[in-house]
Each structure stands twice: as structure tokens, then as C-alpha cells.
T-cell receptor, first 113, second 113 residues
Framework: AAGVIQSPRHLIKEKRETATLKCYPI?????VYWYQQGPGQDPQFLIS???????DKGSIPDRFSAQQFSDYHSELNMSSLELGDSALYFC????????????FGPGTRLTVL | QKEVEQNSGPLSVPEGAIASLNCTYS??????FFWYRQYSGKSPELIMS????GDKEDGRFTAQLNKASQYVSLLIRDSQPSDSATYLC?????????????FGKGTLLTVNP
């Protein structure tokens, strides 16, 4: 079965640079969630989109923005990168349904030097 | 106090034994409960979902939910070394149309051959 696709899988940036992470949902999944997982931490919710509209916002810095496009893929844009932004970034997608089971992509490992 | 609590472990069991993982949550109105397995450096993999009080079995895995006690558990029967991973309990809280996952810090399980 098709899974969630994320790109790039690894990204190395310098401080103050920008980064763009992409997420391609499982076919027919219309909702995307972004999570950040620091070393030794549990995933923390950043932001979500349903039908191309932002549906919820968590602990996402103002330096970050995101959107969902007409084909339901989503992009997380990160500017003025800081060392503390180094983490695994996952997107998870769902088609809603009664239980809203979320399926995670393989993640993007961002390293800020 | 974190909204979802898990024993961080590590939990070590011999191969073939039953591993028992526990999770408590603070929001009494929480509606959906999930167990994810996460290997080091990989993405969370959904292994069980449970929404109603009682037990739910899927192969070697059994999830148990007790909403009155705000408690959810995962039993892994006939544990295998390949089960060695961090197990994340996740909850969807009640209210509105926001279905973000809130995770516990995870329990590290080691199955010894």
C-alpha cells in the first residue's frame, strides 16, 4: 500500500538559513499534521491542515509557516534557522473517518550547524 | 504535569514473555487512543487503536482501555527481539474538530534473546 512520502530525508543547513520540507499524503488522505521530535523527546504537534485550510496550530515558532496545496501535499517552511531547530520532522496524514488514525511519513532529519 | 504519562522504562523482558506497557491520560473526555512503535531514528508506526472500554486484540498485541481510570495499556505476547523499540502512547483529546495527537514520552522495550 502507498505510504506517506517526505522529502528530503536528510537536510543540513547553517544557522539563519531557510529550509522547506515536503509531505505527500497517502492517496485520498485530505488531512496533514506536522510534528517535531527532538532527540530523546516525544513528537510535538506543530500545525495541521484539512482540505487546504489550516485546522489547528500548536507550538510552532513564528519563523515557521506551512501550507497545503490543491493536490493535498503540504510544505513546511522554516526561516532563520536556529541550532535548536535540529530535529526529526514528521508529517502524518489521515482521511478522517470515525477514529482519525494518523499514519506517519519516514520523516526529515534536519541538522542546523 | 504532562497530559499523557508513560513509564519511561527501560522495560526488559526475555524472548517469549509478555510485555506490558502502561499509559495514563489526564483529559477525561479523550476519545481515541493509539499505540505507536518507534525504532531508533525511524518514524512512529501505528500498531493499535482503541476507542471503547475493554480489550482489543490484533495478533500478538492486545490493547486495553479503562476510561473510568483514564488508563490504557498494551500487552505484547510471545515477545520477539524485533519488538525491541520505543512504544508511544498517543491520545486525541476531546472537543472541537482538532484531532492532533498528544504523545507520552514513550517506553523503551528491550526483548532479550
Amino acid at each position: 500500500a502507498a505510504g506517506v512520502i517526505q522529502s528530503p530525508r536528510h537536510l543540513i543547513k547553517e544557522k539563519r538559513e531557510t529550509a522547506t520540507l515536503k509531505c505527500y499524503p497517502i492517496p485520498r488522505h485530505d488531512t496533514v499534521y506536522w510534528y517535531q521530535q527532538g532527540p530523546g523527546q516525544d513528537p510535538q504537534f506543530l500545525i495541521s491542515f484539512y482540505e487546504k485550510m489550516q485546522s489547528d496550530k500548536g507550538s510552532i515558532p513564528d519563523r515557521f509557516s506551512a501550507q497545503q496545496f490543491s493536490d493535498y501535499h503540504s510544505e513546511l517552511n522554516m526561516s532563520s534557522l536556529e541550532l535548536g531547530d535540529s530535529a526529526l520532522y514528521f508529517c502524518a496524514t489521515t482521511n478522517g473517518g470515525e477514529y482519525n488514525e494518523q499514519f506517519f511519513g519516514p520523516g526529515t532529519r534536519l541538522t542546523v550547524l | 504535569q504532562k497530559e499523557v504519562e508513560q513509564n519511561s522504562g527501560p522495560l526488559s523482558v526475555p524472548e517469549g514473555a509478555i510485555a506490558s506497557l502502561n499509559c495514563t491520560y489526564s483529559d477525561r473526555g479523550s476519545q481515541s487512543f493509539f499505540w505507536y512503535r518507534q525504532y531508533s531514528g525511524k518514524s512512529p508506526e501505528l500498531i493499535m487503536s482503541i476507542y471503547s472500554n475493554g480489550d482489543k486484540e490484533d495478533g500478538r498485541f492486545t490493547a486495553q482501555l479503562n476510561k473510568a481510570s483514564q488508563y490504557v495499556s498494551l500487552l505484547i505476547r510471545d515477545s520477539q527481539p524485533s519488538d525491541s523499540a520505543t512504544y508511544l502512547c498517543a491520545v486525541i483529546h476531546s472537543g472541537g474538530s482538532n484531532y492532533k495527537l498528544t504523545f507520552g514520552k514513550g517506553t523503551l522495550l528491550t526483548v532479550n534473546p
